[in-house]
């Protein structure tokens, strides 16, 4: 009998389960994590490749140096310790921000405008703060992951060996804005250049961008968060040309002074001087006061202490020489050019005057009080408002406005010949009141009356002019009708060293026969040998004229003191506007101003001609042996 044995039960060994749940547990924890590595954090991954292995990062081009007339710097580049951001990582880590303002000491809200000034380039290191000294630097330069996105780098950047005295003229710096690179783009069209991390933002430095702003280098690196790790090859950056100024520094050096002397003592809010070389249109000195400090422009100017300017109710951003006053007494020069013009001019007519003019129940007043019967040489010296009223009313209003925009009144003097090179922005075209002007569509229209006529021929009433406008007159007469176009840029000077001089531009050539000229240069002699500008006009050994005048406005009480004048009067080398306003008299505030100015230029000038003289006789004399 056989006997069948049931099979064994297997059991199940609970280390094997045991090892089965820990491999699944594994396996599913690197699912997970694969999971959350390629979707969770892929954009985050994606941003680390894009910022880490091989770069091309911009390398700042020098910008081009300024020097004045006399190769004297007026804007330079030194090398600077700058941190940079990466407006990309540091946005991402804004309390980066924090930790990097307690290790400079700076604004951290500051920081962070200039890391948004950065956002049109959020991949590229952005210049947050300028002038981070050797030690902080080396902090930053090892903090690694402690602060994501941020470096420190060398570079070249603007700085002004004066920071006030030409602030209106060069303008100054900072990260460009939309619009600034839509405009610098405009103008770059056409090559494979790019703005700049740093660009012009007003005066010379904005108008003149593209000379100025320089080839940026290449660098080809191994970077990681933005940091170089090795550079694989370098191409160097090319700096900008050299722009070589008309104006004379230390002229403006003085202007600016004795307009602060003068604003102090008048207790005027400011004032404006203009100095133009008339044979070439050279401008040697463009001072306007209050003026503001360069400095804190540098590196990028703060929000608080822009809008400081802005409020500052001295007004120091606003260029007085290219501000529109009513001109006073020295617009009698344009109404005596346009009697001529209109074939009116007679030196012998003879005006009686009462003190006033007189029209219809309008009385003009005049500062002669009853001098009786003048002629134009002494109603010119003597600025008979009487005299020039009634010339304007014979004149007209039609010929009266069309030869003083034939003048180049109401129109603004840079650019009006080559409108796409502008040496400065932001002036004012001053006012004639033209039929256009007077139905302008935004203020609707004025009406013109014939005293409106009377008060221009004075400078008064509807007609405005800028200081600059009245120097390019003056220059216009002392050339007998030939005005050339005013200009800052004497030469350009590229990195080979090629020069490009810049050439007189004749603006406008007012024919009138060489005795009308003579005589009105008689008249301007007159007003600094026995007119209203003799008591402070005189300079020893030079003969000259000018012209004074005293604006009545709506502002204050006390007029706008003017003075235009042209040194020498027969050989003319300069001519000049100087404006101080609601200070009073022309012949008691302007005119020592402009007599010390001048003066100053004419001792040079002489000086200057001494040693070329000296040097050609040295050259030319025999050598002893």
């Not at 100015?597 to 006789?617: F, W």
Request: proline share 6%; hydrophobic share 40%; net charge positive.
């Amino acid at each position: 009998m056989s006997v069948i044995h049931a099979p064994p039960k297997q059991e199940i060994d609970p280390m094997l389960i045991g090892a089965i749940g820990c491999i699944f547990i594994a396996l599913s924890g690197v699912f997970v994590r694969l999971w959350y590595l390629q979707v969770v954090q892929a954009e985050e991954f994606l941003d680390r490749a894009a910022r880490s292995g091989f770069s091309r990062l911009d390398v700042m081009a020098p910008r081009g140096l300024m020097y004045d007339r006399k190769n004297r710097l007026v804007a330079g580049v030194r090398s600077e310790l700058v941190v940079t951001g990466v407006p990309a990582v540091v946005n991402k880590n804004i309390w980066v921000l924090d930790r990097l303002a307690q290790l400079t000491g700076a604004d951290v809200e500051k920081l962070k405008k200039e890391l948004k000034d950065g956002y049109l380039r959020p991949n590229l290191p952005a210049p947050i703060y300028v002038g981070v000294d050797v030690e902080v630097a080396t902090k930053i330069a090892e903090s690694g992951e402690f602060l994501p996105g941020i470096d420190v780098s060398n570079q070249p950047m603007r700085y002004y060996p004066n920071t006030v005295e030409m602030s209106h003229i060069l303008g100054y710096v900072g990260t460009p804005s939309p619009k600034d690179l839509e405009r610098i783009g405009e103008q770059l069209r056409g090559t494979d250049l790019t703005p700049a991390a740093y660009v012009g933002k007003d005066g010379l430095e904005r108008t003149h961008e593209r000379e100025l702003m320089g080839q940026p280098g290449l660098e080809n690196v191994v970077s990681a968060k933005k940091k170089a790790v090795r550079i694989v090859s370098k191409e160097e950056a090319r700096p900008g040309n050299r722009l070589i100024l008309t104006i004379d520094r230390e002229l403006q050096k003085l202007a600016n002074e004795l307009l602060e002397q003068s604003c102090r003592a008048h207790k005027s809010d400011g004032g404006a001087v203009v100095m133009i070389e008339p044979t070439t249109g050279e401008i040697l000195c463009m001072a306007s006061r209050p003026t503001f400090d360069l400095s804190a422009f540098e590196g990028g100017v703060s929000k608080e202490d822009y809008e400081a300017l802005l409020a500052d109710p001295r007004k120091p951003l606003f260029n007085r020489t290219m501000a529109a006053y009513p001109p006073g007494s020295v617009f009698k020069i344009a109404t005596a050019i346009a009697a001529a013009k209109a074939g009116i001019f007679n030196p012998g007519r003879t005006v009686n005057c009462p003190g006033y003019y007189e029209l219809g129940r309008q009385k003009f007043r005049c500062e002669n009080h009853g001098a009786g019967s003048l002629s134009f040489l002494t109603a010119f010296s003597k600025s008979c408002n009487t005299y020039f009223g009634s010339w304007a009313g014979a004149i007209g209003k039609d010929s009266m406005c069309q030869t003083l925009t034939d003048l180049g009144f109401g129109r603004q003097v840079f650019g009006s010949i080559r409108p796409n090179e502008p040496d400065l922005l932001g002036e004012a075209p001053g006012v004639v009141p033209t039929e256009e002007w007077l139905n302008r569509p935004k203020r609707g229209p004025r009406e013109f009356f014939t005293g409106h006529l009377v008060q221009m021929g004075f400078g008064q009433g509807y007609v405005s002019t800028t200081p600059l406008q009245m120097a390019s007159l003056v220059a216009l007469v002392a050339n007998e009708g030939k005005q050339y176009e005013p200009h800052l840029v004497k030469a350009t000077v590229d990195r080979w060293g090629n020069v490009r001089q810049t050439k007189p531009v004749l603006a406008r050539n007012f024919e009138l026969p060489v005795s009308f000229w003579q005589t009105l240069k008689q008249g301007m002699v007159a007003v600094v040998n026995s007119g209203t500008a003799h008591r402070y006009g005189g300079i020893s050994g030079v003969t000259w004229g000018g012209k004074t005048g005293s604006a009545e406005h709506l502002r204050g009480r006390r007029t706008h003191a003017w003075y235009v004048g042209v040194a020498p009067i027969d050989n003319p080398k300069v001519v000049i506007a100087v404006l101080v306003e609601q200070s009073g008299h022309g012949g008691d505030v302007a005119v020592p101003i402009a007599q010390r100015l001048v003066s100053a230029y004419l001792k040079e000038s002489r000086a200057l001609t001494s040693d070329s003289r000296a040097d050609s006789a040295n050259a030319t004399s025999p050598t002893r042996r």
